[in-house]
């Protein structure tokens, strides 16, 4: 009896030990867990700030071009005003020499 007895305790004690060693490689593996959740957080930030960055810069660019399209539709309408003045200029310019001849 005492024989079984010790061979119960061996077995018991074999037991706990591999229970020991499973949770110490469960909580070795919830660590290295942990250490992926954290480092997939910074990359989605990283990913988030670039897409950010990038919505940024083409609204830049769309108001960059905006901007360049209105410069021009100014010098346009400029060129135009300019191109009026003178052409009433010529028309008064040949209205004079008309009544003179």
Request: hydrophobic share 40%.
């Amino acid at each position: 009896l005492m024989e079984r007895v010790g061979e119960a305790e061996r077995r018991a004690s074999e037991a706990e030990s591999e229970v020991a060693d499973l949770r110490s490689a469960v909580a070795e593996r919830d660590t290295r867990i942990e250490a992926l959740d954290k480092e997939q957080a910074q990359h989605q930030a990283r990913l988030e700030e670039r897409e950010e960055r990038i919505e940024l810069m083409s609204q830049h660019i769309a108001l960059k071009e905006s901007s360049e399209v209105s410069d021009f539709d100014r010098g346009v309408a400029t060129a135009q005003r300019s191109f009026a003045d003178r052409l009433e200029a010529f028309a008064a310019q040949m209205a004079e020499k008309n009544t003179e001849v």
